[in-house]
C-alpha cells in the first residue's frame, strides 16, 4: 500500500499562506492522480484539489482561485499552495490518490490547518 506522510499545516491569520507538501511511498504514486483532502470538525472529508499525472488541475468552488496544486513526480511529492486563507479552511488536511481505495493505500496522519486572528 502506498503509504503518505503530509507536512506544513500550522497556525495562521486569515489572508496569511501556508504551503503543504506530502511525499509517497511507492511507484505508484507517478502513475496516479492525486489529490488534497480536507476534513474540519464535525464535517466529512472532502477533496479540494486534484492533480492528474499529466499536470490536469480541479478544484472545489470553495478554494479555486486561492489554493494550487502540483506535483514533483521525481520526489514522490504532491504540494498545495493555499492562499488567501479564510477561517474556513481550517481543517485537517490529508493527500491521497483520487480516487481513495483501501486495496491501494491509507490514510496518513494529516497536517491542521487552523485560520484565526
Do not use: H
Amino acid at each position: 500500500q502506498v503509504q503518505l506522510v503530509e507536512s506544513g499545516g500550522g497556525l495562521v491569520q486569515p489572508g496569511g499562506s501556508l504551503r503543504l507538501s506530502c511525499t509517497a511511498s511507492g511507484s505508484i504514486f507517478s502513475i496516479s492522480t492525486m489529490g488534497w483532502y480536507r476534513q474540519a470538525p464535525g464535517k466529512q472529508r472532502e477533496l479540494v484539489a486534484r492533480i492528474s499525472t499529466g499536470g490536469m488541475t480541479n478544484y472545489a468552488d470553495s478554494v479555486k482561485g486561492r489554493f494550487t496544486i502540483s506535483r514533483d513526480n521525481a520526489k514522490n511529492t504532491v504540494y498545495l499552495q493555499m492562499n488567501s486563507l479564510k477561517p474556513e479552511d481550517t481543517a485537517v488536511y490529508y493527500c491521497n490518490l483520487v480516487p481513495f481505495s483501501v486495496y491501494v493505500s491509507q490514510w496518513g496522519q494529516g497536517t491542521q490547518v487552523t485560520v484565526s486572528s
